[in-house]
């Protein structure tokens, strides 16, 4: 609509008003829990590169599938060596994240930084917070979204090794067991690692010093810990100090929960010794895991909006 006709010598200052058929809003008001999972359902698409360039679907899908192909190996291995004598599959579930580290440590280095880095950077954070979100909410979707991808990254091979000893006609209740063990440890390292690498990311907006920081502290730790644990335990000959040493890497803290609660072969020169040490490993993994979360809630009070 338009304003009458104004005559005289405020003609040439007079407004005119359009209407171009904007309406307010008058659907559902969502509550604070739903907005924290649209969030969470925002960033794992977005760990993913899913609804962005092409670009930003590389390293994702490229160490998914880097993660998929020995897992087809072992399944193929095991539906071919079952006629030969083989009982069970090459490699235990349990020992499967631990061998493919080096792709989980690539794609948390590109993960962590692209959940919480990118908002840091652009000042995004301050819409999220105009709505009913508080700063806790929005530290639990961007640490949920990613621990669940990484989880998605080893629950998918591991599924495959399983089919594949199912097809092999293995004990199929034993490796049902194995496989479910293989899982609560994938759910292990996905809250570890990816509370780790949150943390990290979270310090800085530029994406490249997160993934260069993930990716020393994820590498560096292991090979420390693992070359101490092997001179310890074989040239000190001292079993017990070198499985201790476990708790100093975060790959080596929680394959020390598996041995001790599956009774699963170590993956490091020395597994947690004897006794009460394996509650101390699960005890150590709790606590690293709400330690990272609690110094996220600490970083994001800090942060101005």
């Known amino acids: 609509m338009s304003s009458p006709d104004v005559q005289g010598p405020d003609a040439a200052h007079s407004g005119v008003i359009h209407d171009i058929g904007y309406r307010g809003y ?14 969470y359902t925002h960033t794992l698409r977005g760990v993913f590169g899913l609804g962005r360039s092409a670009k ?25 060596g ?19 580290q080096a792709s989980l440590a690539i794609f948390l280095a590109v993960a962590a930084p692209n959940a919480v880095s990118l908002d ?30 990484v989880f998605l990254l080893l629950a998918v091979p591991l599924l495959v090794m399983y089919l594949g000893a199912v097809a092999a006609q293995f004990d199929a209740g034993e490796q049902t067991v194995q496989f479910l063990q293989g899982l609560v440890g994938a759910a292990l390292f996905s809250a570890v690692l990816a509370s780790i690498a949150l943390v990290i990311a979270s310090l800085t907006g530029r994406r490249g010093f997160g993934i260069a920081g993930i990716i020393t502290v994820l590498t560096l730790t292991y090979a420390v810990v693992s070359a101490a644990q092997g001179f310890v335990a074989f040239d000190a000959e001292n ?54 979360y609690a110094l996220l809630v600490r970083r994001y009070r800090k942060v101005k909006v």
């Open 26 to 39: 008058t659907g559902p008001r969502l509550e604070r829990r739903a907005i924290a999972v649209g969030l």
């Open 56 to 80: 930003s679907k590389v390293v994702p899908f490229g160490m998914a599938a880097v993660m998929l192909l020995p897992a087809i190996v072992i399944a193929a291995v095991s539906v071919v």
């Open 82 to 100: 079952s006629g030969q004598g083989l009982t069970e599959p090459v490699l235990a579930y349990t020992r499967f994240a631990m061998t493919t």
């Open 120 to 149: 840091l950077r652009f000042h995004t954070l301050p819409l999220y917070l105009s709505r009913p979100l508080e700063r806790p909410d929005y530290v639990r979707a961007k640490l949920a979204a990613v621990a669940t991808a």
């Open 239 to 292: 079993q017990a100090l070198a499985g201790w040493l476990g708790l100093l890497s975060p790959m080596t803290l929680v394959d020390g929960v598996q041995v001790w609660a599956f009774g699963a072969e170590p993956s490091s020169p020395a597994g947690p010794p004897p006794g009460a040490a394996g509650a101390v490993f699960l005890a150590a993994v709790v606590l690293l895991v709400t330690a990272c």
